[in-house]
């Protein structure tokens, strides 16, 4: 019937986000509005899609009134300007301004990917693609953090290779070596396991919950950080989380898909940079609509939150490999870095064609900076022109200035008390009158 396929199209019009990007409204950023009927992960995907693209959020707004969802990011790419690529604009209207989330991307299907976690140990890493480079595997994208001893790390194979060959248990055999790498002092085993890349739906989230499962069978823990506050606003029932961090690619990626893997909603909240600080705040429920009421529940959260910001905080020398790919490439550097005695606390790889493009953050076998001689050493050993030590890349963030209304930054204890009713009023004040940039 014609009034059904009717009332079919505009359930759809209402349920898709409608996505402006706006590069007149601001001088100094790109505005990213994203607004739809209220669904659960729509702040992460949005967030997700902007920090795959490797662009820095100076500011956000978020709000939920009702039933309906707003988000407005002031976006720039990773040196401080604007977006003007219209590749990189359509992209993200397409992926944010459709009522699913965003597809898998074609480079990753049809593969297998192991996940690992164990004990870290100088040269573990040396040790896993050693083992793959042995049983014939070829790597097509990884990613591997270590934090607090502990070591976490997805990577993708090709599949159809896995299953070459008249040994049906080729996948057994590799799982069973792996494992015993893994093994542990038996309170904190290890694991390694395969599932089809279609399962894995972000190889940075997993990451994410794979070293938060570690930290829910952890015994002891470190102590709170006043970077992260977690305070109750119980005549609006909210919990209030605050955090304050040195800024960083991928923070608020970080904390967002945190609490959404916590089952926490947000409903509200800002995000301010200034300088090379950020200050994020969040008003938060339970997936039940309900605000934390345990201290311990308040403390877990704290915990996990630190943690999930400290994976991606460590400090090492950056190396990034450019160069044709060939087998045993990741085994020969890796094991290259082992020799020089520096560990590997965060990895990239990926390749593109036959072309391998990876990056590696090192430090020597303490966690501490590593010597410039083990660098030279090492890149000596490799090759000068295809191993480069580089700094990340940071934006160049331009502010007005702070008016009489403007909060003060200061630290976090009692942040949000004082401030929270007007918070909210000026967060939606900001999302009606989009121009100003302030």
């Known amino acids: 019937m014609e009034w059904l396929d009717e009332y079919e199209k505009l359930v ?17 950023a790109t505005l990213v509005q994203v607004d739809s009927v209220r669904k659960r992960g729509l702040l992460l995907e949005a967030v997700q899609v902007l920090a795959d693209l490797d662009l820095s959020i100076n500011k ?3 709000s939920s009134d009702g039933r309906w969802f707003m988000d407005v990011f002031h976006v720039t790419d990773r040196l401080g300007r604007k977006l003007t690529d219209d590749s990189v604009i359509t992209y993200i209207q397409q992926s944010l301004g459709t009522w699913n989330e965003p597809s898998r991307p074609a480079a990753l299907e049809g593969l297998t990917a192991l996940e690992l976690t164990g004990a870290d140990r100088t040269g573990l890493i040396s040790e896993v693609f050693a083992v793959l480079a042995d049983m014939q595997c070829s790597v097509v994208d990884a990613r591997a953090w270590t934090h607090r001893g502990r070591l976490a790390c997805v990577v993708f194979l090709r599949g159809e ?11 057994v055999r590799i799982l069973a070596r792996l494992g015993h790498l893994l093994r542990g002092d038996g309170e904190a085993p290890g694991a390694v396991a395969a599932v089809p890349a279609a399962g894995v739906a972000h190889a940075d989230r997993r990451l994410h919950q794979l070293m938060a499962a570690d930290l829910d069978r952890a015994t002891s823990f470190p102590q709170l950080s006043p970077a992260v506050s977690v305070q109750s606003w119980a005549e609006r029932g909210y919990s209030v989380v605050t955090v304050l961090w040195r800024d960083r690619p991928k923070l608020l990626f970080d904390v967002v898909c945190t609490l959404h893997d916590m089952d926490y909603v947000v409903f509200h909240g800002t995000v301010d940079t200034a300088g090379d600080r950020a200050r994020q705040e969040f008003y938060i429920r339970r997936a039940d609509g309900s605000p934390i009421r345990s201290e311990a529940e308040r403390e877990r959260l704290n915990q996990c939150l630190q943690a999930a910001i400290e994976r991606r905080s460590q400090e090492g ?9 060939r087998p045993g490439l990741l085994s020969e550097v890796t094991r290259t870095f082992r020799e020089n005695g520096l ?12 072309l391998a ?17 083990a660098i030279d050493a090492v890149r000596e050993r490799v090759g000068t022109d295809h191993l480069v030590v580089s700094e990340e890349p940071r934006a160049r963030q331009v502010f007005p200035k702070a008016g009489p209304g403007d909060r003060d930054h200061g630290g976090v204890g009692g942040l949000g008390l004082v401030y929270l009713g007007n918070l909210v009023k000026r967060n939606l004040y900001n999302l009606g009158l989009i121009k100003s940039c302030s």
Not at 364 to 370: E, I, L, R, T, Y
Request: overall charge negative.
């Open 12 to 28: 759809i019009r209402m349920n898709t986000p409608r996505v402006v990007i706006d590069n007149a409204v601001c001088p100094t």
């Open 60 to 62: 956000a707004y978020i």
């Open 161 to 171: 290779e896995l299953a070459e060959g008249t040994d049906d248990d080729r996948v």
């Open 317 to 325: 020398v950056r190396l990034e490999l450019c160069t044709p790919d």
């Open 343 to 354: 560990l590997v606390a965060q990895a990239e790889v990926s390749t593109k064609g036959n």
């Open 357 to 373: 493009s990876n990056v590696f953050y090192v430090t020597d076998a303490a966690g501490k900076a590593a010597e410039q001689s």
